[in-house]
């Protein structure tokens, strides 16, 4: 559902608040109503009224293969970062696709994503799951990223 969410970017005057960091297990509504209405408010003001804030959190924009390796940019990374410890819910496969948890450092508005198990990857993909608790990858202005995957790209 997240991803067809996510497809929805591609129809012009659309936005996307992300809420996965906030929201509960048992309920797609999230309580915390205040940072849903931050979140949405960010939105309209920078491309409604030309306001110069980050409204977004990272987006994936892309993944290359660099050995073992996988190294995903994205954009809306200013101030790239893990909340409260290690980046968590990074996955990555190789050809056989099957996922196995990833180690994941950040880069600049890049995460290299590494399982030593995984020699030749081909994919990564981030907080693939119903509720994938402790996803914590966010930007400066503490905007969680969107769960991707990069086999879809």
Known sequence: MREWQAEALKIPGTAMAVTIDIGDPKNVHPKNKQAVGDRLSRIALAKNYDRKIEFSGPQFESATIDGSTIRVK?????????????????????????????????????????????????????????????CNLINGAGLPAAPFRSDKH
């Open 74 to 134: 994205f954009t809306h990374a200013d101030g790239l970062t893990a909340k409260d410890g290690p980046l968590k819910t990074f996955e990555i496969a190789g050809i056989d696709g099957n996922y196995l948890p990833a180690e994941a450092t950040i880069s600049g508005d890049a995460v290299i994503v590494k399982n030593s198990a995984v020699t030749s990857p081909v994919t990564v993909r981030y907080a693939w799951a119903n509720y994938p608790e402790g």
